[in-house]
């Protein structure tokens, strides 16, 4: 049975940092493409950052040079590193294998001013 576990988020300051995590069970992450999206109350789900199977990755303009995707394929988890955070990033985070109906629960950024 597959199932993501989300994990890592929480209330920062802005300039602040996090480390959000996708802890995956019944499924081997490092032969899929794994990527973050992001909802914020009353936004559409946005495509924050992208992990394809190869290891190549892309970002959102938004979080570009901000934010890294990576993955631990020892512990089968999906990383997302988030710097320099804003108030702006406050969202609901959630990661997705990408073509599957998998996803993770969603964790709560909150960026406060």
């Known amino acids: 049975q597959v199932q993501l576990v989300e994990s890592g988020g929480g209330l920062v300051h802005a300039g602040g940092s996090l480390r959000l995590s996708c802890a995956a069970s019944?499924?081997?992450?490092?032969?899929?493409?794994v990527d973050w999206y992001r909802q914020a109350p009353g936004n559409q789900r946005e495509l924050v950052a992208v992990?394809?199977?190869?290891?190549?990755?892309d970002y959102a303009d938004s979080v570009r040079g901000r934010f890294a995707i990576f993955r631990d394929n020892a512990k089968n988890t999906v990383h997302l590193q988030m710097n320099s955070l804003k108030p702006n990033d406050t969202a609901v985070y959630y990661c997705?294998?990408?073509?599957?109906?998998?996803w993770g629960q969603g964790t709560q950024v909150t960026v406060s001013s």
């Open positions: 997705n294998i990408r073509a599957t109906p998998y």
């Open positions: 019944g499924i081997i992450i490092y032969i899929h493409s």
């Open positions: 992990m394809n199977r190869s290891g190549t990755t």
